[in-house]
């Protein structure tokens, strides 16, 4: 009897995750399968019966001249947001483990950028690259360029704007990690002669990477499904010079008078295999360094 109690409590307490697993996670994800299957207009995704496709949806996406461009600036805009958010985070976090005089106060106004709403970072960001009236060109005067406007520079200005927004999350969860690592080592090492940088890549880089893991794979995930930053400052343009997966099944959806429901589910499906392919690379490859 009390057995049986004891795994209906166990059930009691599963049973809400598993509603909020299933109602936010693998509905959703089933409907975007769905629709990339199927040939939906607004009537019959609105009332139902869309007749099925196959993989027709597929097909036209990656037929479509704009897949390699897309790829190329997805792919462009994860890994470069990932190496500089996390090179400067790692380096702030060294930097805040000294802890001299005002160092809560500064990493307190590390977090703002973290904190803010991302519409009001990429608007800040937007007017600040303003080819008129933005900050950054006053500032450069005869090397101003049109930051958001010019196909060379479009994308270069929102990965700067989701590297700034990004810092804060590397210096947080990896300053966490500092903390845990015993400060004997530390005086060893000195005793031992060994100069700064000797110390970071034989002790803090080593005994971080655990958490190093854990702060690439999130930051990959979330960097892959940037929408917000990218469509408020160019909605991927001009010419789609700053267009990834994500813009594109948006545009694709809801960015035309006639949205092509299927076809940007298929997008969203691309990118959703591209973030599990590089998640799992990247466990792969971390379990051989472990082993």
């Given at each position: 009897m009390k057995t049986a109690r004891r795994q209906w409590a166990a059930w009691a307490f599963l049973a809400p995750v598993v509603i909020y697993l299933v109602?936010?996670?693998?509905y959703p994800l089933y409907r975007n399968l769905d629709l990339s299957l199927r040939h939906y207009t607004v009537r019959s995704f609105v009332r139902g019966g869309a007749p099925f496709s196959g993989l027709d949806n597929y097909k036209t996406v990656l037929n479509d001249p704009a897949f390699g461009p897309a790829l190329t600036h997805t792919i462009l805009f994860t890994l470069l947001s990932?190496?500089?958010?996390?090179s400067i985070g790692m380096a702030l976090a060294v930097f805040f483990r000294q802890n001299f005089r005002l160092s809560a106060t500064l990493r307190a106004l590390f977090l703002v950028p973290w904190l803010l709403p991302l519409i009001v970072s990429a608007s800040t960001w937007s007017w600040m690259l303003n080819s008129d009236?933005?900050?950054v060109n006053w500032v450069l005067g005869p090397l101003r360029e049109n930051w958001l406007t010019s196909p060379t520079w479009s994308l270069v200005s929102v990965i700067i704007a989701n590297i700034w927004i990004g810092i804060p999350f590397n210096l947080v969860v990896l300053y966490s990690g500092l903390q845990a690592i015993p400060t004997d080592l530390y005086?060893?090492?000195?005793?031992?002669g060994a100069t700064g940088w000797k110390t970071f890549w034989r002790i803090t880089f080593p005994l971080l990477r655990p958490v190093s893991a854990i702060t690439i794979l999130l930051g990959l995930v979330y960097t892959l499904k940037v929408f917000d930053i990218i469509w408020i400052m160019t909605r991927g343009g001009p010419v789609d010079s700053s267009t990834t997966f994500a813009t594109w099944s948006y545009r694709l959806s809801f960015g035309n008078l006639l949205p092509s429901f299927g076809p940007g589910a298929a997008v969203g499906n691309l990118l959703i295999v591209m973030a599990l392919i590089f998640g799992l690379l990247y466990i792969r490859i971390q379990r051989r360094q472990n082993a």
């Amino acid at each position: 009897m009390k057995t049986a109690r004891r795994q209906w409590a166990a059930w009691a307490f599963l049973a809400p995750v598993v509603i909020y697993l299933v109602a936010f996670y693998a509905y959703p994800l089933y409907r975007n399968l769905d629709l990339s299957l199927r040939h939906y207009t607004v009537r019959s995704f609105v009332r139902g019966g869309a007749p099925f496709s196959g993989l027709d949806n597929y097909k036209t996406v990656l037929n479509d001249p704009a897949f390699g461009p897309a790829l190329t600036h997805t792919i462009l805009f994860t890994l470069l947001s990932l190496v500089f958010q996390f090179s400067i985070g790692m380096a702030l976090a060294v930097f805040f483990r000294q802890n001299f005089r005002l160092s809560a106060t500064l990493r307190a106004l590390f977090l703002v950028p973290w904190l803010l709403p991302l519409i009001v970072s990429a608007s800040t960001w937007s007017w600040m690259l303003n080819s008129d009236s933005g900050v950054v060109n006053w500032v450069l005067g005869p090397l101003r360029e049109n930051w958001l406007t010019s196909p060379t520079w479009s994308l270069v200005s929102v990965i700067i704007a989701n590297i700034w927004i990004g810092i804060p999350f590397n210096l947080v969860v990896l300053y966490s990690g500092l903390q845990a690592i015993p400060t004997d080592l530390y005086e060893a090492a000195a005793l031992d002669g060994a100069t700064g940088w000797k110390t970071f890549w034989r002790i803090t880089f080593p005994l971080l990477r655990p958490v190093s893991a854990i702060t690439i794979l999130l930051g990959l995930v979330y960097t892959l499904k940037v929408f917000d930053i990218i469509w408020i400052m160019t909605r991927g343009g001009p010419v789609d010079s700053s267009t990834t997966f994500a813009t594109w099944s948006y545009r694709l959806s809801f960015g035309n008078l006639l949205p092509s429901f299927g076809p940007g589910a298929a997008v969203g499906n691309l990118l959703i295999v591209m973030a599990l392919i590089f998640g799992l690379l990247y466990i792969r490859i971390q379990r051989r360094q472990n082993a």
